[in-house]
């Protein structure tokens, strides 16, 4: 174990300061697209690729009295989700656990776990360059503002496509922004009162054109001055927790310390193509 790397009094000194009265967490979101997307759990011992049955959109059709209806055949396909490991884990010496003026053991497993729910977070956001259908225009609009009219498009090409379910949207704050500014000026009619206090007091925008609207820092940008942002179904993603996240901890005598080691297993994937669009947008703040 000599070649691992360690956290000591050194890489803990903020924790270590008599003035500390409590740890002091640099500000991150928990997951959001967990539960905004369809959930599967993976038994143990059921293998690691779980295959989901996607059926077709079957249409009725017109028979006249007595006559036999014609028989249809229904084909399904499916979707593989691979599940793998994700985690992340460190070593805490005795001289830092036992004179550190805060519960560290509990603060780096806060922290890990923050952690976790972000890599899931953006293991999910980064499907959305997956969906075909863009809202407005295509992928070369990279830095057009973004507008309600977005949303409007997106809500109706999914209405038109006879997506089910309450629709939401998840954008990248920087991309969201201007639609954002454009809300919570002075010429906004009194009636969108509620979306404005929302859009400006707790960071959910609030529901538009019947979507749901959330931001997330944990949105892929796909450049240094671009997101790609998404309005979809709960259908369109799929998320298969194999093992839920976990924190464990062992003690390693012959360093003095005690290892920490936060642990998932899931795998993600897009389900229905056609359940998502896609919103590229400018990612600047201006």
């Not at 903020?14 to 905004?36: C, T």
């Not at 005795?94 to 953006?122: C, E, P, Q, V, Y």
């Not at 454009?182 to 009162?193: A, C, D, E, L």
């Amino acid at each position: 174990m000599a070649d691992e790397i360690k956290s000591t009094t050194s890489t803990l000194d903020d924790l270590l300061a008599p003035i500390v009265q409590e740890a002091l967490f640099v500000a991150s979101e928990r997951s959001v697209m967990r539960g905004l997307v369809k959930n599967f759990t993976v038994p143990a011992n059921a293998g690691k690729v779980l295959q989901v049955p996607i059926y077709p959109t079957i249409t009725a059709a017109t028979v006249a009295e007595a006559d036999d209806l014609g028989m249809t055949a229904i084909s399904t396909s499916k979707k593989d989700i691979t599940l793998s490991e994700v985690g992340f884990a460190t070593n805490v010496s005795d001289l830092s656990l036992n004179f550190a003026t805060s519960n560290i053991i509990a603060d780096l497993g806060r922290l890990m776990g923050d952690a976790i729910a972000r890599k899931m977070d953006r293991d999910l956001t980064a499907l959305f360059t997956g969906f075909s259908t863009f809202a407005l225009g295509s992928a070369t609009d990279s830095q057009t503002e973004m507008t309600a009219a977005h949303l409007f498009a997106a809500a109706a090409k999914l209405k038109a496509a006879a997506v089910p379910g309450q629709y939401v949207g998840v954008f990248n704050p920087k991309s969201i922004f201007n639609m954002k500014k454009i809300m919570t000026s002075t010429f906004v009619p009194q009636g969108n009162t509620g979306v404005v206090n929302a859009a400006m007091t707790e960071g959910y925008v609030g529901r538009i054109s019947g979507i749901d609207i959330y931001e997330s820092s944990n949105v892929v940008e796909s450049s240094a001055t671009s997101a790609i942002n998404a309005v979809f179904s709960r259908d369109a993603l799929g998320l298969a927790i194999g093992t839920d996240m976990k924190i464990e901890t062992q003690r390693d005598a012959s360093a003095r310390a005690t290892e920490l080691v936060a642990t998932a297993t899931y795998g993600v994937s897009e389900l229905h193509d056609s359940y998502g669009v896609k919103i590229v947008t400018d990612n600047t703040v201006s």
